[in-house]
């Protein structure tokens, strides 16, 4: 029996809340948690929590944005009620696999523009909006131009406007262009564009009058590619990080620390750095003793098996595993080059290692979709796997992926009940569910009472 200790449930997963108040011989707190008509989540803590030490539990899987709110509700009305501690227990952290800035082979498309691009030329860039001295204000666009037209017709790629030759490139930045646009005002402009065709006042050829006075101006708009081909390489995708993406990783750290959250406690994190986001105390569990033990019970010889991580970002998780088992260790590279398909590449995987003959284990922290983990069963049994399973610390399991499991060529699949897997396993005869309401059960104890959770951490 814990005293002076309240442990709540949020909605994601009751059952694993049940089960952890049971091991540590305290009931579950009441609480109220539901939505009104218009769809926002209502709180209320029916037990008193002033001066008591309070856990929430609350998973990220299912309807992940209504549990992340409800949680951070829960935890704002347990601080309002004099909480002594509020500490937050997320079997499946939400967002844990959007830690920082994605890296993304098209990256980013706008890099930065070469050295040796002159300072007085136009480029989206240099020119400010107030001209420096000395240097030209860029001509502008008139008051009759039709952006949206022009820009519909412009190409960046093959220099062509519609399919016609930009005749007058190599006078948009001349004193004309300037004085057209900028010293005389709209109305030289207008002149020009209606009398010419063209910013100075050039003749346009027959086949820019049949498409229009306003598509023959077009061209002159991007010049300035022209004029300075190495800009052109500018425009395109650049490997590297995409500066564009929200960085929800952080924002969540940030949410709960914001609403009160003391202490956080989550099990094997997709990342373990998500840790440095957090200003406050925050314990990673590990359920690699789950599988370790079970690899050990269930598996006849396992001595004789391998450790197979499907892809290059869980090898550090898969060899841990292996070497504390004595155990062989394969990998699965997602090869994304556009090389000839062999005998050992299965679409875009390539499987380093020997797995022939032999019981091969998938060891992952994740399945959500279930495409990885099918493509490396397929793979390592053309290899000549003579019985594949699959052990992953969480089995979200969204989608079509229950439907594409039983479709697999995996023979069992063993996942812990860190997300609601009742109605997966119906609906899936190859899975298995592991139990992580002790892990979390003894790490509560042990901070409850201000002991060292190390012991916890210790997987070898």
């Known amino acids: 029996m814990v005293r002076n200790i309240v442990i709540l449930s949020g909605n994601s997963h009751p059952s694993l809340a049940e089960s952890v108040c049971s091991m540590l011989g305290v009931p579950?707190?009441?609480?109220?948690?539901?939505?009104?008509?218009?769809?926002?989540?209502?709180?209320?803590?029916?037990?008193?929590?002033?001066?008591?030490?309070?856990?929430?539990?609350?998973?990220?899987?299912?309807?992940?944005?209504?549990?992340?709110?409800?949680?951070?509700?829960?935890?704002?009305?347990?601080?309002?009620?004099?909480?002594?501690?509020?500490?937050?227990?997320?079997?499946?952290?939400?967002?844990?696999?959007?830690?920082?800035?994605?890296?993304?082979?098209?990256?980013?498309?706008?890099?930065?523009?070469?050295?040796?691009?002159?300072?007085?030329?136009?480029?989206?860039e240099s020119v400010p909006a107030t001209p420096g001295p000395g240097i030209a204000k860029s001509a502008g666009f008139n008051r009759d131009t039709d952006l949206a037209r022009i820009m519909s017709k412009t190409s960046l790629s093959n220099g062509m406007t519609n399919g016609l030759a930009r005749v007058n490139s190599e006078n948009y930045f001349n004193a004309n262009g300037q004085a057209n646009g900028h010293a005389n005002g709209h109305a030289n402009g207008h002149a020009n564009g209606h009398s010419n065709?063209?910013?100075?006042?050039?003749?346009?050829?027959?086949?820019?009058?049949?498409?229009?006075?306003?598509?023959?101006?077009?061209?002159?708009?991007?010049?300035?590619?022209?004029?300075?081909?190495?800009?052109?390489?500018?425009?395109e995708a650049k490997p590297g990080y995409k500066r564009w993406v929200a960085q929800a990783g952080t924002l969540v750290a940030d949410l709960l620390t914001c609403a009160g959250a003391d202490h956080v406690v989550a099990l094997d994190l997709h990342d373990p750095q998500y840790q440095g986001f957090f200003d406050i105390p925050m314990d990673n569990l590990y359920g690699r003793p789950l599988l370790k033990r079970y690899i050990q019970q269930n598996i006849p010889d396992y001595k004789e098996a391998v450790i197979v991580s499907p892809d290059a970002g869980g090898a550090k998780r898969a060899t841990a595993i292996a070497d504390s088992l004595g155990m062989d260790f394969a990998l699965i590279h997602k090869e994304r080059r556009p090389t000839r398909i062999t005998d050992?590449?299965?679409?875009?995987?390539?499987?380093?290692?020997?797995?022939?003959?032999?019981?091969?284990?998938?060891?992952?922290?994740?399945?959500?979709?279930?495409?990885?983990?099918?493509?490396?069963?397929?793979?390592?049994?053309?290899?000549?796997?003579?019985?594949?399973?699959?052990?992953?610390t969480h089995g979200v399991l969204s989608g079509d992926a229950i439907a594409r499991i039983n479709a697999s060529a995996l023979d069992k699949v063993i996942v812990t009940n860190s997300v609601p897997q009742d109605d997966h396993k119906r609906l899936c005869p190859k899975l298995e569910v592991l139990d992580v309401a002790p892990i979390f059960a003894e790490a509560i104890r042990r901070i409850h009472h201000g002991e060292s959770i190390s012991v916890l951490f210790q997987y070898d």
Request: a positive charge; proline letters at 5%; aromatic letters at 6%.
């Open 28 to 124: 579950s707190g009441n609480r109220i948690l539901s939505k009104f008509s218009v769809g926002e989540s209502r709180c209320e803590i029916q037990d008193s929590v002033r001066g008591k030490d309070v856990f929430i539990i609350q998973s990220g899987g299912g309807s992940i944005n209504d549990h992340l709110i409800e949680l951070c509700i829960m935890i704002s009305a347990c601080k309002t009620g004099s909480a002594k501690r509020v500490t937050a227990v997320l079997p499946l952290f939400p967002y844990s696999r959007q830690p920082d800035l994605p890296y993304n082979k098209v990256g980013a498309p706008l890099s930065k523009p070469p050295t040796e691009v002159p300072k007085d030329k136009y480029t989206f």
């Open 197 to 235: 065709g063209s910013t100075n006042g050039d003749t346009p050829s027959a086949a820019q009058n049949q498409h229009g006075l306003t598509h023959s101006r077009a061209g002159s708009y991007t010049t300035h590619d022209y004029e300075n081909p190495g800009l052109i390489s500018t425009f």
């Open 344 to 392: 050992r590449q299965n679409a875009t995987m390539m499987l380093v290692g020997n797995v022939t003959n032999r019981v091969c284990i998938l060891v992952d922290d994740l399945a959500d979709t279930a495409n990885t983990i099918t493509r490396a069963a397929k793979l390592v049994r053309k290899e000549g796997a003579t019985a594949v399973y699959a052990l992953l």
